[in-house]
Structures are given as C-alpha cells and as structure tokens.
C-alpha cells in the first residue's frame, strides 16, 4: 500500500465519528440559533423574536475587542445567560426576555464554531460596530 500512514489515520478518525460529520459553521448556526435570530437585517422589526445576529455580535465586538474573548462572551453567555452579562440595551430583554440558556441544545465546540463564523461576519464590512459607526443613512440600528 503506497499510503499506509493516511489510510490509517482515515480509519481512526472515521471509527471515532469525526469523518464527515462536522457541519459547517453557518449550518450549525442555521440548525442551532436560526429559528430565533436572523442572519440579515430585518425590514419588519416588529416579528422579531429575538435580536439579529448582526446586532448581537454589534454589541459583543463593542465590548470585546478581539476575536477570542469575544468567543468566550458568546459560548459563556448562551449557555449560563444572565441580566448581569446581557450586553443589549435593557428595553430589549423587556422585549425579547432573557435568552433561554441553551445548555442541552448545542455543545460548547458547536457554540466556539458558531461564535468564531459569527464575529467574522457580523456586522457585515461597511455596517461598523460599536458607537458612533454608522448602520446606514447616519443611524445606528439598536437591537
């Protein structure tokens, strides 16, 4: 056999259940946060059930400014949420409530995954985040 050290490797991972069984990040937030949070900017912001991710993650990167703590805000929070961590405005959680922990719906990998794709997408380039950026027309949305 020419590759005796790849086969192997294939075989282990395969018996472990890693080989083709991750989903991608954006299917992962699609199957675990979509049915709660957009992944666009609302036209009607009175069906909402919950905020958009762009501005969750408007709020998490204003008060985490690098990559990794801003991960572990969002894979802490969802799963032990709290008024005391809640990063939004306060009329918002009399809006939405407080996000239900999510412990039992989706691991901690899953939630490092979906947190990491999240703050490289959101808020889209050109939508800025935090104070004084502009979310189009010289207004900040507010989620």
Request: glycine share 10%; with cysteine; charged share 20%.
């Amino acid at each position: 056999m020419k590759y005796p050290n790849a086969l192997w490797l294939s075989l282990l991972l395969a018996s472990a259940g890693f080989a083709g069984t991750m989903q991608s990040p954006e299917s992962l937030f699609d199957q675990k946060c979509g049915a709660c949070h957009l992944k666009t900017r609302p036209t009607d912001m009175s069906s909402l059930i919950a905020p958009p991710a762009i501005g969750v993650m408007r709020h998490v990167k204003t008060a985490y400014h690098n990559k990794k703590s801003a991960v572990a805000f969002v894979v802490d929070y969802v799963l032990h949420p709290s008024e005391k961590k809640a990063l939004c405005m306060p009329q918002k959680i009399r809006r939405f409530g407080l996000m239900p922990s999510q412990k039992g719906n989706v691991t901690k990998e899953e939630l490092e995954a979906i947190a990491a794709w999240m703050y490289d997408r959101f808020p889209p380039e050109g939508l800025g985040c935090g104070k004084g950026h502009g979310m189009g027309m010289g207004r900040d949305m507010h989620f």
